[in-house]
Nanobody
Framework: QVRLVESGGGLVQPGGSLRLSCATS????????MGWYRRAPGKQRDLVAT???????NYADSVKGRFTISRDNAQNTMYLQMNNLKPDDTAVYYC?????????WGQGTQVTVSS
C-alpha cells in the first residue's frame, strides 16, 4: 500500500510563494501518474495539477501560470511550487495518485493565504 505524506504548507501573504512536498513510500512511484488536490473551506476536494510518469503536466485553469508540479523519481517525491498566491488558494492540499487511490488520502497540508 502506498503511503503519502504532504508537507510545506503554512501562512503566506497574497503574492507570496510556497513549495509543497509529497513523500511516498511506494516502490513503483516512477510508473504512476500523480496529482495535487485541494479542499477549500466548505467546498469539495478539487484537482489542482497532475503529472504523468513521463513528466507531462496539466493544471486547473485557476492555477495555470502560477503553480508548477514536478517530481523526483529517485527520491519518490512530488512537489508543487506555488507562486503569486491568492486568498482563493486557501485550502488543505493533498497528494494522491491520478486517478486518486481511495486509501491514499493523507492528512494534507494547510495553506492559508491572508494579509
Amino acid at each position: 500500500q502506498v503511503r503519502l505524506v504532504e508537507s510545506g504548507g503554512g501562512l503566506v501573504q497574497p503574492g507570496g510563494s510556497l513549495r509543497l512536498s509529497c513523500a511516498t513510500s511506494g516502490s513503483n512511484f516512477k510508473t504512476i501518474s500523480m496529482g495535487w488536490y485541494r479542499r477549500a473551506p466548505g467546498k469539495q476536494r478539487d484537482l489542482v495539477a497532475t503529472i504523468t510518469s513521463g513528466g507531462t503536466t496539466n493544471y486547473a485553469d485557476s492555477v495555470k501560470g502560477r503553480f508548477t508540479i514536478s517530481r523526483d523519481n529517485a527520491q519518490n517525491t512530488m512537489y508543487l511550487q506555488m507562486n503569486n498566491l491568492k486568498p482563493d488558494d486557501t485550502a488543505v492540499y493533498y497528494c494522491n495518485t491520478r486517478p486518486a487511490f481511495a486509501n491514499g488520502w493523507g492528512q494534507g497540508t494547510q495553506v492559508t493565504v491572508s494579509s
